[in-house]
């Protein structure tokens, strides 16, 4: 399946910038999707077609796109924020695979 | 308002099969696909199959494609996962998602089901 990279852990204080990237040879043509993961409950879709924000997601909340390389950036992170977070996207047949999810610690 | 409804928990011997259903409400349903994915413990998302009535398709992760099957019932507006020869590492919580037409996001999830796969 198509492999799609990210980073295990990011770690930032309350009110910094956290940004989790995702790796995939095929980002640059095709969307990128992002989701935050909370224990014990379903995941919830943050980003889509690489920048765009779902209703009743906070602004802090963006994504963005350079070449083969999807951003996810959480901008005034918040206790709340606390989770996994996944990138998704296809490969050239359309199925998605995720990336391994990144656990990211406001602290 | 739009929600996905699964099915509860499941306990099932090594080698059974295990049938969990996602029923929808509060939305058109034929206008819309069914995913399913996965969380095993301690590892991350990993996506199953799905199910596009609207396109009339059906795919499948390559790994699961001889044991897993997935439907939809639009007369009760509901997606069953059937999955067979069950194994120890098909533990995990399963759960079903929506998708739109021509869109490859998820942005309605249902709760998940816990499926225990032991001797």
């Known amino acids: 399946s198509y492999e799609l990279t990210q980073p295990p852990s990011v770690s930032v204080s309350p009110g910094q910038t956290a940004r989790i990237t995702c790796s995939g040879h095929l980002l640059s043509q095709i969307f990128a999707y992002w989701y935050q993961k909370k224990s014990g409950q379903a995941p919830t879709l943050v980003i889509y077609e690489d920048s765009n924000r779902p209703p009743g997601i906070p602004e802090r909340f963006s994504g963005s796109k350079s070449g083969t390389v999807a951003t996810l950036t959480i901008n005034g992170a918040q206790v709340e924020d606390e989770a996994d977070y996944y990138c998704c996207s296809t490969d050239r047949s359309g199925l998605p695979s995720f990336g391994g999810g990144t656990k990211v610690t406001v602290l | 308002q739009e929600q996905l409804v699964q099915s509860g928990a499941e306990v099932k011997m090594p080698g059974a099969s295990v049938k969990i259903s996602c029923k929808a409400s509060g939305y058109r349903f034929a206008s819309y696909g069914v995913s399913w994915m996965r969380q095993a413990p301690g590892q991350g998302l990993e996506w199953l199959g799905w199910?596009?009535?609207?396109?009339?398709?059906?795919h499948y992760a390559p790994n699961l494609r001889d044991r897993l099957t997935v439907t939809t019932d639009m007369s009760t507006s509901t997606a069953h996962l059937e999955l067979r020869n069950l194994r120890s590492d098909d533990t995990a919580v399963y759960f079903c998602?929506?998708?739109?037409?021509?869109?490859?996001?998820?942005?309605?999830w249902g709760q998940g089901t816990l499926v225990t796969v032991s001797s």
């Open positions: 199910n596009s009535f609207y396109q009339g398709q059906t």
């Open positions: 998602a929506r998708f739109g037409s021509g869109r490859f996001y998820f942005d309605l």
